[in-house]
């Protein structure tokens, strides 16, 4: 069985491995594959031709049921379904119709690797995919924005990389529905990963200038970060619907509703990695809602980013925020102190 501590090491070799050589044979020679199970049953026709739908959701490998799709178009939702249905069949050419062959790039933020072109991940996957077990599944669980860009969230499960990997993932579609931008946002110690060394190396370029977002989404994304940037929780909790809920998949914590947001926000935005000094990167998302990306508070440091979703609701009130980064960017008291934040006051 692989220990859970080799799913970023694995994870990490082979983006940075496939990032540097730009070729499935490199890949190989860099030993960074282990003998597994037979690909899993299903087609390697491309998305929309014969062999499944045009979405590819026929006989999904996954419970349709977990994905919550209240917050985006049906025309993201089945395109979603079908990339992580060809996924979890390891299909690898169907992956790849997903992708636009012009004008691609995919980043692991938490692990600082990029791929910068349609050939660069398409070499990786066919280099990969035949070489996880027939059980390794990845499937989304959120899906929020349209077909201009999205928020997705979703689960490797530990046969692709030895551990269970819980991402929140920014994706931007081109005219013709063809993913352009898809950046990673995974917590490394909820992992049980051991830390990235942020340095020199990590990317400067995240092509944060392609967006293709509602401008609904991007107008309250804007403004709640810019109310968070400046401590002020008062006006952040007054962009938030009455039963709004907070959620910090990486410290651990759930708030609900403006009052007990408001309590939370007076005592947490000034530790906070996406709290006082964050700034907007890049937004994506429908009317209903979508995301944005921000680069981490200065004390934060070495996090350089992390991600929020956001829902909205028909009066343009955020309804549910979800925030992701890696929290072992962060020390062990520093995030103790990130989880602790939630508790209420006492009385007396």
Same mark, same amino acid.
């Given at each position: 069985?692989?220990?859970?501590?080799?799913?970023?090491?694995?994870?990490?070799?082979?983006?940075?491995?496939?990032?540097?050589?730009?070729?499935?044979?490199?890949?190989?020679?860099?030993?960074?594959?282990?003998?597994?199970?037979?690909?899993?049953?299903?087609?390697?026709?491309?998305? $929309?031709?014969?062999?499944?739908?045009?979405?590819?959701?026929?006989?999904?490998?996954?419970?349709?049921?977990?994905?919550?799709?209240?917050?985006?178009?049906?025309?993201?939702?089945?395109?979603?379904?079908?990339?992580?249905?060809?996924?979890?069949?390891?299909?690898?050419?169907?992956?790849?119709?997903?992708?636009?062959?012009?004008?691609?790039?995919?980043?692991?933020?938490?692990?600082?690797?990029?791929?910068?072109?349609?050939?660069?991940?398409?070499?990786?996957?066919?280099?990969?995919? /035949?070489?996880?077990?027939?059980?390794?599944?990845?499937?989304?669980?959120?899906?929020?924005?349209?077909?201009?860009?999205?928020?997705?969230?979703?689960?490797?499960?530990?046969?692709?990389?030895?551990?269970?990997?819980?991402?929140?993932?920014?994706?931007?579609?081109? $005219?013709?529905?063809?993913?352009?931008?898809?950046?990673?946002?995974?917590?490394?110690?909820?992992?049980?990963?051991?830390?990235?060394?942020? $340095?020199?190396?990590?990317?400067?370029?995240?092509?944060?200038?392609?967006?293709?977002?509602?401008?609904?989404?991007?107008?309250?994304?804007?403004?709640?970060?810019?109310?968070?940037?400046?401590?002020?929780?008062?006006?952040?909790?007054?962009?938030?619907?009455?039963?709004?809920?907070?959620?910090?998949?990486?410290?651990?914590?759930?708030?609900?509703?403006?009052?007990?947001?408001?309590?939370?926000?007076?005592?947490?935005?000034?530790?906070?990695?996406?709290?006082?000094?964050?700034?907007?990167?890049?937004?994506?998302? $429908?009317?209903?809602?979508?995301?944005?990306?921000?680069?981490?508070? /200065?004390?934060?440091?070495?996090?350089?980013?992390?991600?929020?979703?956001?829902?909205?609701?028909?009066?343009?009130?955020?309804?549910?925020?979800?925030?992701?980064?890696?929290?072992?960017?962060?020390?062990?008291?520093?995030?103790?102190?990130?989880?602790?934040?939630?508790?209420?006051?006492?009385?007396?």
């Amino acid at each position: 069985m692989t220990h859970p501590t080799q799913h970023a090491t694995t994870r990490r070799t082979l983006l940075r491995t496939g990032a540097a050589a730009g070729a499935a044979a490199a890949l190989g020679a860099a030993g960074v594959f282990t003998a597994g199970t037979a690909v899993a049953a299903g087609t390697s026709s491309p998305a $929309g031709t014969a062999g499944g739908t045009a979405g590819g959701t026929a006989g999904l490998p996954y419970p349709p049921a977990v994905v919550d799709t209240s917050h985006c178009t049906a025309e993201v939702a089945e395109l979603l379904r079908g990339f992580f249905a060809a996924k979890s069949r390891h299909d690898v050419p169907r992956v790849m119709s997903y992708f636009s062959r012009a004008n691609t790039v995919y980043i692991d933020a938490n692990l600082g690797t990029a791929l910068m072109s349609w050939q660069q991940v398409n070499d990786l996957f066919t280099a990969y995919f /035949p070489k996880v077990p027939a059980t390794a599944l990845s499937y989304p669980v959120r899906i929020v924005g349209d077909m201009r860009s999205a928020a997705v969230e979703f689960v490797d499960t530990p046969p692709f990389f030895g551990a269970e990997l819980r991402a929140l993932s920014p994706i931007v579609f081109d $005219g013709q529905g063809k993913i352009t931008r898809w950046v990673d946002y995974w917590d490394g110690r909820g992992a049980l990963t051991p830390p990235t060394v942020i $340095g020199g190396a990590y990317p400067t370029d995240f092509k944060d200038s392609e967006q293709n977002a509602h401008p609904a989404v991007v107008e309250a994304a804007r403004a709640l970060q810019a109310a968070f940037a400046a401590g002020d929780a008062a006006a952040a909790v007054g962009l938030m619907s009455a039963d709004v809920v907070i959620e910090d998949l990486s410290a651990h914590t759930r708030v609900c509703g403006r009052l007990q947001a408001q309590r939370y926000y007076a005592r947490a935005l000034g530790r906070l990695p996406y709290g006082i000094g964050a700034a907007v990167l890049h937004t994506e998302g $429908g009317r209903r809602g979508g995301g944005y990306e921000w680069s981490a508070a /200065p004390g934060a440091a070495p996090l350089r980013r992390g991600h929020t979703c956001i829902e909205l609701d028909n009066a343009g009130k955020v309804s549910r925020l979800t925030v992701i980064y890696d929290a072992n960017q962060l020390s062990y008291p520093a995030y103790q102190s990130q989880v602790g934040l939630a508790a209420e006051a006492p009385l007396s």
